[in-house]
């Protein structure tokens, strides 16, 4: 069983940044991939960005340019930096992780953008 923590999220006006960090109790070097999904009310989680073992990253088109994911090996942590925050990204975020066949989620951390 891994465990996946965030941490980071918080209120903030629009056109401000915050940091999600999402700690792994498993080695994030030997992962598949590992990204963040978003949930708004009412809607389905879906995929913001993603980083896979080889270090490639994805993201989605809403969040390109002021989003960046990382990840630091060595504190098995994921990073989601995002700048330029708009209303439209307050949303519970969630980390996810891939090793193999297995998938795990982080409880979710709530973002809130004011606009």
């Known amino acids: 069983q891994v465990q996946l923590v965030e941490s980071g999220g918080g209120l903030v006006q629009a056109g401000g940044s915050l940091r999600l960090s999402c700690a792994a109790s498993r080695s994030t070097f030997s992962s598949d991939a590992m990204g963040w999904f978003r949930q708004a009310p009412g809607k389905q989680r879906d995929l913001v960005a993603k980083i896979t073992g080889g270090g490639i990253t994805n993201y989605v088109d809403s969040v390109k340019g002021r989003f960046t994911i990382s990840r630091d090996n060595a504190k098995n942590t994921v990073y989601l930096q995002m700048n330029s925050l708009k209303p439209e990204d307050t949303a519970v975020y969630y980390c996810?992780?891939?090793?193999?066949?297995?998938?795990?989620w982080g409880q979710g951390t709530q973002v809130t953008v004011s606009s």
């Open positions: 996810n992780g891939l090793w193999g066949r297995e998938v795990y």
